[in-house]
């Protein structure tokens, strides 16, 4: 038997086993001996982080519902996967890769082709702890499952001595809070998180530097912090944290802002995003992009030998054409099933991303949903189109039907040529998957007046005769004549 291809693939979650299985599967079609095998850090993989708040929140009663395929699994499918292993340097002329274990030790595992799908890791201030990675007691990001747990066991504890001013923003009575959580970003993990610890019977004040939902225009983002106060929440917008409060036991007790505000509190969510997890691929020379993610081409390639994909790369916006740092699960799988093919000796390419993304929050009376894709106002004027827009606010049911619920939709377009340049909405409930309609158009560069013609289904219980997203699109249409 001829001695195998030796493939390693580094990193266990979507983007990895995506391409570790492709990889298989090509393999097979092809008639070639391969040996696959990845290292991951973690006990854990192929798992939903972005099911995590909901976990916390409970609405998810088993950590394994959250695993599409555990190590036992994939091992069952053919990949010699080796939990533990931390890769710190990449040796690309010796074609090895040096990992970490758990103990402290170190080895060398050799590559023939190499996929490097390492992920984000949440950015994480100094302040956060004492160093070498600890944090102070209440302190804690939503990154993995270890988090997730961590914020059950915070969440469901009780604070008798609590030091924060306990404001009943989600109950009619002060002695139902059981203290107060300051989510620290307003972006998609900090609306979940500040829902997960209402539910949880938490006041929530949530900080963010700029405006919450930021990545969306100020006017529809103005909507979702409106939703956000009725809900109870304290919003704090155009606050930056410069520092907590600890006690003696190293537990917090206060968040601190450079303006010299004290937000005291008993827990505090770190979710101002993420970052490319690179370190030892660009200490061994491999392209960075302005982001600081790999920047492999569009098959996967960095490097002879070498390929990339998942949340430790830039992507190519289809809209703006230049890289971008979207940490997406869709994106990560398609990219690792691109790369898998291509290690094997496909022509796959990923066709690049739009940023596409949804999310929600609900708590009690208000269910707000909130959704974009392509570019905003700022960013079609940074990639130099002349940008023109309109929101349309309305119903996404007829209004006489049970269903109907509230609804603004805004369409980005340009205006000498009439491409969709993005469309943001936020709404309530059964609003914000509308924006796949938009995303479609995007993806195949139509104008504004192909989305006002396109043939869209109606059902009273389901839209208007004049389906929202279409009517938002035609009176933009309408207003650049």
């Not at 991951?40 to 976990?55: Q, V």
């Not at 961590?150 to 030091?163: G, K, M, S, V, Y």
């Not at 956000?228 to 704090?236: D, K, W």
């Not at 396109?454 to 938002?472: C, G, H, K, M, N």
Request: hydrophobic share 40%; proline share 4%.
């Amino acid at each position: 038997m001829t001695t195998p291809e030796k493939i390693l693939v580094i990193g266990a979650d979507a983007a990895g086993m995506s391409a570790a299985h492709q990889i298989l599967r090509e393999a097979e079609k092809r008639q070639r001996h391969v040996h696959v095998a990845a290292l991951e850090k973690m006990p854990f993989t192929s798992y939903s982080a972005c099911g995590i708040p909901y976990w916390v929140a409970g609405d998810v009663d088993q950590v394994d519902s959250l695993v599409a395929r555990t190590p036992e699994r994939h091992r069952t499918m053919g990949v010699d996967l080796r939990t533990g292993l931390t890769a710190v340097k990449l040796d690309t002329g010796a074609r090895t890769v040096t990992a970490r274990t758990e103990t402290g030790n170190y080895e060398d595992v050799q590559y023939d082709q190499l996929v490097i799908a390492t992920g984000g890791r949440p950015v994480m201030p100094e302040w956060v702890g004492p160093g070498d990675g600890a944090l102070h007691g209440g302190v804690a990001a939503v990154k993995d499952l270890n988090d997730g747990r961590q914020w059950i066991d915070h969440l469901t504890r009780e604070f008798p001595n609590r030091n924060s001013i306990a404001r009943p923003v989600n109950s009619s009575d002060s002695a139902a809070c059981k203290g107060t959580v300051v989510v620290i970003g307003g972006s998609y993990i900090g609306l979940e998180m500040a829902e997960a610890a209402m539910r949880r019977g938490f006041a929530v004040t949530l900080l963010t530097r700029s405006t919450v939902m930021s990545s969306l225009d100020a006017d529809m983002s103005v909507r979702i912090s409106k939703g956000l106060n009725e809900a109870g929440v304290h919003v704090v917008e155009q606050a930056t944290v410069d520092g907590i409060d600890i006690d003696d036991d190293g537990w917090v007790t206060a968040v601190r802002t450079r303006d010299g505000a004290v937000f005291p509190c008993e827990l505090v969510v770190v979710a101002m995003g993420v970052r490319p997890s690179v370190d030892f691929a660009r200490e061994a020379g491999l392209a960075i992009g302005r982001r600081g993610g790999l920047t492999p081409d569009s098959t996967g390639a960095i490097a002879p030998g070498i390929w990339a994909a998942g949340d430790c790369c830039e992507s190519l916006h289809r809209i703006s054409e230049n890289l971008v740092y979207s940490p997406l699960g869709t994106h990560a799988n398609k990219q690792g099933r691109i790369v898998g093919t291509n290690v094997m000796g496909g022509q796959a390419r990923f066709g690049g991303v739009l940023g596409t993304s949804i999310t929600r929050f609900v708590h009690e009376n208000v269910h707000l949903e909130v959704s974009r894709t392509g570019l905003s106002t700022t960013e079609s004027l940074s990639a130099g189109f002349d940008v023109v827009s309109k929101t349309t606010e309305g119903r996404t049911a007829s209004g006489y039907m049970p269903e109907a619920s509230p609804i603004a939709v805004k369409i980005l377009a340009d205006r000498g040529t009439r491409r969709l340049l993005g469309g943001q909405i936020v709404g309530g409930r059964s609003s914000a998957k509308r924006i796949d309609t938009i995303a479609a158009a995007l993806w195949n560069e139509a104008s504004v007046d192909d989305l006002a013609a396109v043939d869209l289904s109606y059902a009273p219980p389901f839209a208007t005769v004049w389906e929202i997203v279409q009517l938002a699109a035609r009176r933009l249409a309408d207003s650049m004549q």
